[in-house]
């Protein structure tokens, strides 16, 4: 290809000359003199973040650890008289969360009935369409 006459435009292969991008890299964000792969800093405690997060083990350091699961088990109510099945997703020493084919219709405080035997006594921590996420008061 030949050039345009007197543009500068293009080149002989057709892509835009070095005259041509100036303008386009002007209004771009410099990338430091290091490549831009320089060490990061985290934010000091209690200053904004923008998008940083502390490490996973910072984060989750007062929290139990959950575990995966998929136990079947019941929510006991009402002095034995209601129960409904449940699979349980997450568990951990604290609490648990279980998911239910129906929304479901439960009071606060329930005894949650694992397939092992275990009877956890339980409080509603948050409720979601299908799902309950509970924390354990003690042994029922």
């Not at 006991?76 to 997450?90: E, M």
């Not at 929304?103 to 329930?110: A, D, K, L, N």
Request: glycine share 10%.
């Amino acid at each position: 290809m030949e050039e345009r006459d007197g543009s500068g435009r293009r080149d002989e292969s057709g892509s835009p000359s070095d005259a041509a991008r100036a303008p386009l890299r002007a209004n771009l964000p410099q990338r430091p003199a290091d490549g831009g792969q320089g060490e990061t800093t985290r934010p000091e405690a209690g200053q904004p973040s923008g998008f940083a997060s502390p490490p996973p083990e910072e984060r989750r350091a007062d929290r139990a650890i959950r575990r995966r699961t998929l136990l079947s088990a019941k929510i006991v109510f009402n002095t034995g008289q209601t129960v409904l099945n449940c699979t349980i997703r997450d568990l951990s020493e604290t609490g648990a969360k279980l998911v239910f084919g129906v929304v479901p219709s439960c009071p606060r405080v329930f005894d949650l009935v694992m397939s092992s035997g275990t009877v956890r006594r339980c409080e509603v921590a948050y409720r979601r369409e299908y799902t309950l996420g509970v924390r354990f008061l003690g042994v029922a």
